[in-house]
């Protein structure tokens, strides 16, 4: 055993094995170095007022704002007004389409009538989801899943969403066969459709 390998064996010993000081391997140092500057680096970017950058949830943030904007840019129906559904009401062509729809989709749980089955009445003046024109609208687009009401924009073309959430509003102030009790919040009439109270 030479000097230098004397230097470099440590004093205790146990059990007659004697420890010898190996540096660690190269590779293995830069990979630990390597490791440590990433991860500040990393911290730097990541965590917002930190370091230099926004930080990766701020970027993911607004990437998947970005992409929610480019989804409602692309929706035919992002444009629909409270006008456009109020006109449905006054244009024959269009209130039929929407009176045939609403038969053929709809009357399974709110009958033909509009008095209401399983789902609820909608021709009186309390509304679960809202009366206004663009709430009938929503809850016709988007559905009510934990109400079972399906999202009816994924199965009906856009005009027949449109026309079907204009033909509900003019069945308020109808008197059907058998009404379901109200359910919800009373709409305050002066909010109603003119010639939907």
């Known amino acids: 055993m030479s000097e ?7 004093d205790h010993e146990y059990d007659g094995i004697r420890e010898y000081d190996n ?5 293995w140092l830069a990979t630990l170095w390597g490791t440590v500057i990433f991860a500040v680096l990393y911290a730097l ?31 035919p129906l992002a444009g629909v007004t409270e006008a456009t559904l109020l006109a449905v009401a006054t244009t024959p ?11 053929t ?3 399974a749980c709110h009958l033909t009538d509009g008095g209401g089955s399983i789902g609820p009445n909608l021709t009186d003046a309390y509304w679960i989801h809202g009366g206004r024109p663009l709430d009938v609208f929503a809850t016709v687009k988007n559905g009510v899943l934990d109400k079972g009401m399906p999202a009816w924009a994924a199965s009906l073309s856009p005009d027949q969403v449109i026309v079907v959430a204009g033909y509900v509003l003019t069945l308020r102030g109808t008197t059907p066969a058998q009404p379901k009790a109200p359910q919800g919040t009373h709409v305050d009439s002066t909010a109603a459709p003119a010639g939907t109270d």
């Not at 540096?23 to 590779?27: A, C, E, H, K, Q």
């Not at 926004?54 to 840019?73: L, M, P």
């Open 105 to 107: 989709y709809c009357a």
């Open 45 to 75: 970017n990541v965590i917002p007022g930190l370091g230099w950058g926004r930080g990766w949830i701020a970027n993911y943030a607004a990437d998947s704002s970005a992409a929610a904007q480019r989804a409602a840019a692309s929706d």
């Open 23 to 27: 540096p660690l391997p190269r590779w």
């Open 4 to 10: 230098r390998d004397e230097d470099r064996l440590l």
């Open 93 to 103: 062509a269009q209130l039929e389409a929407g009176r045939t729809a609403f038969g």
